[in-house]
Structure formats: structure tokens, C-alpha cells
Nanobody
Framework: QVQLVESGGGLVQPGGSLRLSCAAS????????MSWYRQAPGKERELVAV????????NYPDSVKGRFTISRGNAKNMVYLQMNSLKPEDTAVYYC?????????????WGQGTQATVSS
């Protein structure tokens, strides 16, 4: 059974930091690109970080570039999102995503999300 379980969310003041974790199981983790998305109330879900299957390449939108860092540990089936210099507009539910494709099609898995709130 495929599972992605996020943790590490919480309440933090502006300028603070949070580290999100995502534990993966039930699939061959090292074959999957991993991403973090977020969704704020009333807004569409948006991509905030992606890392390739081997961890050799990452990408971020301008809104978080220089503040967020995605990393992965293939030996532990874990992916992380380090969030620094947090702003109130970073408040959202953060979701872990795993994606891969082969001759059978596209495989796309989601976690249940973890709430991050940035407020004084």
C-alpha cells in the first residue's frame, strides 16, 4: 500500500523556520521524482519545490527561491522541505507528491498534507 506521510508543520512567527518531512512507503522511492506543493485557503494548489529521483537537480518558483530547500534521503525513503525566512503568505497546507512514469503510464501519489501557519 502506497503511503506518503507528512510531518513537521506548525505555527511559526514571520522570519522563522520550519522543516517538513515526508515518509514514503509502498513503492520504489528511488525511481520517483518528489515534490512539495502547497494550498492556501481559496487558492489553487501550487508547486513549491521538486527534486529528481537521484537528487541531482532541484527547482523552485521565484516565490520561495532562496528560502526553501528540498532534499531527499533515498536510503530512508524520506523527502524534506527546509523553509527559512517564512512569511505570512507561506501559510498553507503543504503536500508531499511522488511521480514517476514508465511504459505502463504515469504514477502519481499524494500525502494527506501538513498545516504550516506563519503568524505573529
Amino acid at each position: 500500500q502506497v503511503q506518503l506521510v507528512e510531518s513537521g508543520g506548525g505555527l511559526v512567527q514571520p522570519g522563522g523556520s520550519l522543516r517538513l518531512s515526508c515518509a514514503a512507503s509502498g513503492f520504489t522511492f528511488s525511481n520517483y521524482a518528489m515534490s512539495w506543493y502547497r494550498q492556501a485557503p481559496g487558492k489553487e494548489r501550487e508547486l513549491v519545490a521538486v527534486i529528481t529521483s537521484a537528487g541531482g537537480s532541484t527547482n523552485y518558483p521565484d516565490s520561495v527561491k532562496g528560502r526553501f530547500t528540498i532534499s531527499r534521503g533515498n536510503a530512508k525513503n524520506m523527502v524534506y522541505l527546509q523553509m527559512n525566512s517564512l512569511k505570512p503568505e507561506d501559510t498553507a497546507v503543504y503536500y508531499c507528491n511522488a511521480q514517476s512514469r514508465d511504459y505502463r503510464g504515469i504514477f502519481d501519489y499524494w500525502g494527506q498534507g501538513t498545516q504550516a501557519t506563519v503568524s505573529s
